[in-house]
Nanobody, 114 residues
């Protein structure tokens, strides 16, 4: 059973925007600190942003450009990405934080062209 479903990636030019969405179950949404991670080519997976309630935290590399927010009605965790840079090119995943409680999904590819 797939518990985390990512969507919304694509190809965008430098400076552009994309919005990613992660759909989870009600129980997951209400019980876990959730976050977005990414894996750059040849690199280890890294945390991009996480939230629980009103608390939000961002990696230094995305502060001021990315915004994470949850929708309690839809049980989604969205990542609004603005002013994208080529170095943001990666596969993006959602999961719990800090403990990874669920199998990784397929992720969604984000490609930023210069």
């Amino acid at each position: 059973q797939v518990q985390l479903v990512e969507s919304g990636g694509g190809l965008v030019q430098s400076g552009g925007s994309l919005r990613l969405s992660c759909t989870v179950s009600r129980s997951i949404f209400n019980s876990y600190n959730l976050g977005w991670y990414r894996q750059l080519p040849g690199k280890q997976r890294e945390l991009v942003a996480n939230f629980r309630g009103m608390y939000k935290e961002y990696a230094d590399s995305v502060k001021g450009r990315f915004t994470i927010f949850g929708d309690q009605a839809k049980f989604t965790v969205d990542l609004q990405m603005d002013n994208l840079k080529p170095e943001d090119t990666a596969v993006y995943y959602c999961n719990s934080h800090p403990t990874i409680a669920f199998p990784w999904g397929q992720g969604t590819q984000v490609t930023v062209s210069s």
